[in-house]
């Protein structure tokens, strides 16, 4: 039997291409992936789209919602991190909106653990006076960093959600 050299090439690519769909669908049932915000604030349902557009052309929403991350200001760097990749499409506005959703769902998911330890809740009675008594976590202390350059040639921009 003899292969035909003209088939090689188109067979491997298919490969790739079914092999691609496979790793795709797989990743996409981790936990994050399938977020339901639906009894978020109306503020931060809409910063979690902006989060799931932006954040999900690089890598899957499960990347970052599955990180173990509860320092604030962590998410600050990580997004200004990924604000550098101009395949992100991320721009100032939309790097404080993604922040605000991560810090607000870091701060939810805490409290969550919490419950299900059995550990006192971060709430009005188990705080000083002088804190907050909304279910949001404190703003970020720090700024988003300015990363604004110009994209690169042969880039075209693309519309904000």
Known sequence: MTIDRRWIAPALCMGLLLGCATCASSTSNRRGD???????PKDIQDAYKVFAVRCSR???????????????QHWVRYVA???????????????????RFL????????????????EPQSGPENESPAASESDSPPPAAEALPA????????????ANP
């Open 147 to 158: 990363v604004d350059e110009p994209p690169p040639a042969g880039s075209s921009p693309e």
């Open 34 to 40: 399938n977020l339901d915000v639906a009894l978020y």
């Open 103 to 118: 810090q607000y769902y870091t701060h939810q998911r805490e409290e969550e653990r919490r419950e299900r330890d059995g």
């Open 81 to 99: 991190r990924m604000r550098l990749n101009p395949a992100s499409g991320i721009n100032a506005k939309n790097g404080e909106v993604i922040i």
């Open 58 to 72: 690089c890598h899957t929403l499960a990347r970052p919602l599955n990180a173990r991350i509860n320092d604030p």
